[in-house]
């Protein structure tokens, strides 16, 4: 059975318990996903099935691109990833739609995301420093401070937490609980939060405990 599929953010919203609890979810579009390609051990060196995720323009697309989803009869795809799996089922084929229903059952899945890019930051901003004093003459209130010594080891460590880039990084979160699974809307609502903007596209599988 394949372990998850291709997505995309579609927002956040709030929902009721039935005790009446109010419940903070993310509206997750599952799929429908196109099987492009069904990998072997044999002839791959390993077991996955390799799905692909929204259409693509043709003149946006390469021929290598154009000619490895022709063969399955398939438009070109956007996002193409693969799903590592132990055993190859027989109900799979090449060209075959997957849909959200892959979800039916399934009270917990990993989604992951890239989170969104925030440029260029500061420690405080970065990596929640403190600062200096405000007052009393402090030239740099949200400066990083000593970075390294100057005699021993004479250079700045690796890892030392200072300014740089944040955001936009790989994100994986786990065991998120699934409230309903929308099978009329290829949708998928979940308990939480999910890394990235609206929009985003997303990959969403089932939990280890799951499997």
């Known amino acids: 059975m394949i372990s998850g599929l291709l997505g995309k953010k579609l927002g956040m919203t709030q929902i009721f318990s039935k005790e009446g609890g109010l419940i903070p979810v993310t509206l997750l579009q599952a799929g429908p996903c196109d099987l492009l390609q069904i990998k072997s051990k044999e002839n791959d060196g390993y077991s996955a099935l390799q799905i692909g995720f929204e259409e693509k323009k043709k003149k946006r697309a390469s021929n290598a691109e154009i000619g490895h989803c022709s063969k399955v009869k398939a438009d070109v795809k956007r ?113 939480g939060a999910v890394p990235g903007p609206n929009g985003g596209y997303v990959i969403i599988r089932k939990s280890r405990s799951e499997l």
């Open 79 to 191: 996002i193409i990833r693969e799903f590592r799996t132990d055993a190859l089922d027989t109900e799979y084929e090449p060209g075959q739609t997957l849909t959200v229903s892959v979800f039916d059952d399934v009270k917990s899945i990993d989604v992951v995301g890239t989170s969104k890019g925030k440029g260029f930051a500061g420690v405080m901003k970065r990596w929640g420093f403190s600062g200096g004093p405000s007052t009393h003459g402090c030239t740099t209130p949200r400066g990083a401070g000593s970075v390294g010594a100057g005699t021993s080891p004479g250079h700045v460590v690796k890892g030392k937490k200072m300014a740089g880039r944040m955001g936009g990084k790989r994100i994986t979160v786990k065991n998120l609980d699934v409230i309903k699974v929308d099978k009329d809307r290829d949708m998928l609502i979940v308990k």
